[in-house]
């Protein structure tokens, strides 16, 4: 009698986590067909996506000039350039549909009042992850490929590997777009248990200076009204990042009426 009990035991603790385990791979699948039909979509427009990747150059005297060139070196190099930038942009289009499938996940986990917060936690996302990406596009690109490639003054002619260019642009591109992505992660992260809204208020401090190291790396110009302007829109971001971790602290189900937005 004592081994059938130890089985059933057994079964009753890993039941659980193969049902886990199992809504994981069903949510990875899904999400890999949302990326292969953006990435389809994006790779119709691959010559308008590499034009506008371009974009910023215009910026830079030299290429006003015709001084720069943007070339490639390799007979396999534009088709899979294009590969590489559809799978971005179709990761930017499939975004809100894989947020859905991220939040489908955890959401047996939340209490009744906390899974309304669904929609707009997928359509937040999204629209932060897009925002960051044209915020660097719009502001701190130009002025970064301006102070680079004008920076001898015209005394080199610069020959860009488009390999190179398109894979820096879109790196920069796609670390905004999860900068911006760090209020949705403070919730995550708080509905894990990994940290609360106390812990990132008292970490303020250490946020301010990674953010402001962050703001110079990838801003590499003298002007610091270039790294400021990164710097404090995510620094504002960190600062709802602590608020939303307020709303979506862990307690105790007596406690959660309480908390209702």
Do not use: C
């Not at 000039?65 to 930038?85: A, G, P």
């Not at 920076?151 to 260019?165: A, H």
């Amino acid at each position: 009698m004592t081994a059938p009990n130890r089985t059933t035991a057994h079964d009753l603790k890993s039941a659980p986590l193969f049902d886990h385990l199992e809504e994981l791979r069903k949510r990875l699948i899904i999400s890999v067909v949302f990326l292969a039909i953006g990435m389809a979509v994006a790779f119709q427009y691959r010559v308008a996506l590499i034009d506008l990747v371009k974009g910023p150059l215009r910026y830079s005297q030299l290429y006003q000039q015709d001084k720069v060139q943007v070339v490639t070196y390799n007979l396999t190099d534009q088709f899979m350039l294009s590969i590489n930038l559809s799978f971005w942009a179709g990761l930017a289009l499939a975004l809100p549909f894989i947020l859905w499938q991220v939040w489908a996940f955890i959401a047996p986990g939340l209490y009744p009042h906390e899974r309304r917060w669904s929609l707009p936690f997928v359509i937040g996302a999204g629209i932060a992850f897009l925002a960051g990406a044209a915020f660097g596009y719009t502001f701190v690109l130009p002025s970064m490929v301006r102070f680079l490639l004008d920076f001898l003054g015209g005394t080199v002619t610069p020959i860009l590997g488009l390999g190179g260019y398109i894979g820096t642009v879109t790196t920069f591109l796609v670390a905004f777009g999860l900068a911006f992505e760090l209020p949705i992660l403070s919730v995550i992260l708080t509905r894990i248990g990994l940290i609360n809204h106390g812990l990132l208020r008292r970490g303020w401090r250490i946020a301010l200076v990674v953010i402001m190291v962050f703001a110079a790396i990838i801003t590499p110009t003298p002007d610091p009204g270039s790294m400021l302007l990164v710097a404090v829109p995510l620094y504002v971001l960190y600062e709802l990042g602590v608020l939303l971790s307020r709303i979506f602290r862990v307690v105790a189900p007596e406690d959660a009426p309480a908390l209702t937005p």
